[in-house]
C-alpha cells in the first residue's frame, strides 16, 4: 500500500470569517487601546456580518469547483466563529458533507495575555514582553496558554485521526490562521526558521483557502492564502463604501 493512499488525498485549510473579534481587535490597534473589547470566551465568538458574508462566499467557491476536486468531509474547530463559517459555507453550497468537530482544531490559547494588544501586554506584563522578545513565536508560553509548539503537539495527535479515518479523501479543515500556518509546519515537515519566515512576510486571511495535496513522499503545497474567491465581495463592498463617502 502507498502513502499516499493512506492518507487523505487533498487538505483545503481555510481560516474562518472575519469575525467580531477581529473587527474588536483591529479597532483597538487603531485607537491604541491596551484591551480588545470583546464580551465573549474566544471560543464563543461570532461572526460579524462581513463574516458570513465572506463565508457565503466561500460556499460558492465550493460549489464551483470540478467534482473532482469538492470536499468530502468536513473537519473544524469547535469554536463558534470555524463552525459558522463552515455551516454557512456548506449551506451555500448546497451540500451536506460530515462535518467532524475536533477541540484540538482550535485556535491558539493566549493565557493570561487573552484579549491584550501588543500596547497592553507591555503595560501590563512588561517582563513577560520581553520572554516572548527573547524566546520567540514557537517557545513562548505565556502563562494559561500555548506556545506555538504546544499547537503543534495537539495537531500532529489530530493530523492522525483525520488522515485513518479520511484516508483517500479531499478534506476541508476549517480553523484559524495560526492553525493554518502549524498545519504548514508539520505537514510540510518545516523548520522553525522556514515557518517563521512564511509568518512575517504572509498573513492568513480571513476565509482565505490553503490547499495541500497528498504525495509520495508527502505534502505539496498548492496554493496559500489564496483570497481569489472575495474579489466579487470586495468589490461590492469598496463600491458601496465610495458611494457613501461621496453621499452619492
Same mark, same amino acid.
Given at each position: 500500500?502507498?502513502?499516499?493512499?493512506?492518507?487523505?488525498?487533498?487538505?483545503?485549510?481555510?481560516? $474562518?470569517?472575519?469575525?467580531?473579534?477581529? *473587527?474588536?481587535?483591529?479597532?483597538?490597534?487603531?485607537?491604541?487601546?491596551?484591551? !480588545?473589547? @470583546?464580551?465573549?470566551?474566544?471560543?464563543?465568538?461570532? +461572526?460579524?456580518?462581513?463574516?458570513?458574508? /465572506? %463565508?457565503?462566499?466561500?460556499?460558492?467557491?465550493?460549489?464551483?469547483?470540478?467534482?473532482?476536486?469538492?470536499?468530502? !468531509?468536513?473537519?473544524?474547530? =469547535?469554536?463558534?466563529?470555524? +463552525? #459558522?463559517?463552515?455551516?454557512?459555507?456548506?449551506?451555500?453550497?448546497?451540500?451536506? +458533507? =460530515?462535518?467532524?468537530?475536533?477541540?484540538?482544531?482550535?485556535?491558539?490559547?493566549?493565557?493570561?495575555?487573552?484579549?491584550?494588544?501588543?500596547?497592553?501586554?507591555?503595560?501590563?506584563?512588561?517582563? #513577560?514582553?520581553?520572554?516572548?522578545? $527573547?524566546? &520567540?513565536?514557537?517557545?513562548?508560553?505565556?502563562?494559561?496558554? #500555548?506556545?506555538?509548539?504546544?499547537?503543534?503537539?495537539? +495537531?500532529?495527535? %489530530?493530523?492522525?485521526?483525520?488522515?485513518?479515518?479520511?484516508? &483517500?479523501?479531499? !478534506?476541508? @479543515?476549517? @480553523?484559524?490562521?495560526?492553525? !493554518?500556518?502549524?498545519?504548514?509546519?508539520?505537514?510540510?515537515?518545516?523548520?522553525?526558521?522556514?515557518?517563521?519566515? *512564511?509568518?512575517?512576510?504572509?498573513? *492568513?486571511?480571513?476565509?482565505?483557502?490553503?490547499?495541500?495535496?497528498?504525495? /509520495?513522499? &508527502?505534502?505539496?503545497?498548492?496554493?496559500?492564502?489564496?483570497?481569489?474567491?472575495?474579489?466579487?465581495?470586495?468589490?461590492?463592498?469598496?463600491? $458601496?463604501? &465610495?458611494?457613501?463617502?461621496?453621499?452619492?
Amino acid at each position: 500500500m502507498t502513502a499516499s493512499a493512506t492518507a487523505p488525498t487533498s487538505l483545503v485549510l481555510v481560516r $474562518h470569517g472575519e469575525s467580531v473579534g477581529n *473587527v474588536a481587535a483591529t479597532r483597538a490597534e487603531r485607537e491604541g487601546a491596551l484591551v !480588545v473589547d @470583546v464580551a465573549t470566551r474566544d471560543a464563543d465568538t461570532p +461572526l460579524s456580518e462581513r463574516g458570513r458574508e /465572506q %463565508a457565503a462566499a466561500l460556499g460558492a467557491w465550493l460549489a464551483a469547483l470540478p467534482p473532482d476536486e469538492r470536499p468530502e !468531509v468536513v473537519w473544524c474547530s =469547535p469554536y463558534v466563529r470555524t +463552525l #459558522e463559517t463552515a455551516r454557512i459555507a456548506l449551506d451555500a453550497a448546497g451540500t451536506d +458533507l =460530515p462535518l467532524r468537530q475536533d477541540e484540538r482544531l482550535r485556535d491558539r490559547e493566549l493565557g493570561i495575555l487573552d484579549r491584550l494588544t501588543w500596547r497592553g501586554v507591555l503595560d501590563r506584563y512588561p517582563e #513577560e514582553a520581553e520572554r516572548r522578545r $527573547h524566546l &520567540g513565536k514557537m517557545y513562548h508560553r505565556p502563562p494559561g496558554g #500555548e506556545s506555538w509548539a504546544d499547537v503543534a503537539l495537539r +495537531l500532529r495527535a %489530530a493530523l492522525g485521526d483525520l488522515q485513518r479515518r479520511d484516508a &483517500g479523501r479531499r !478534506v476541508l @479543515v476549517v @480553523v484559524h490562521d495560526a492553525v !493554518v500556518m502549524l498545519l504548514r509546519y508539520v505537514l510540510e515537515e518545516l523548520t522553525e526558521d522556514e515557518i517563521m519566515t *512564511v509568518a512575517r512576510e504572509q498573513s *492568513v486571511r480571513n476565509v482565505s483557502v490553503t490547499r495541500l495535496d497528498r504525495v /509520495q513522499d &508527502g505534502w505539496r503545497l498548492v496554493v496559500f492564502d489564496d483570497v481569489s474567491h472575495l474579489a466579487a465581495l470586495d468589490a461590492a463592498i469598496t463600491e $458601496h463604501e &465610495g458611494t457613501a463617502d461621496t453621499g452619492g
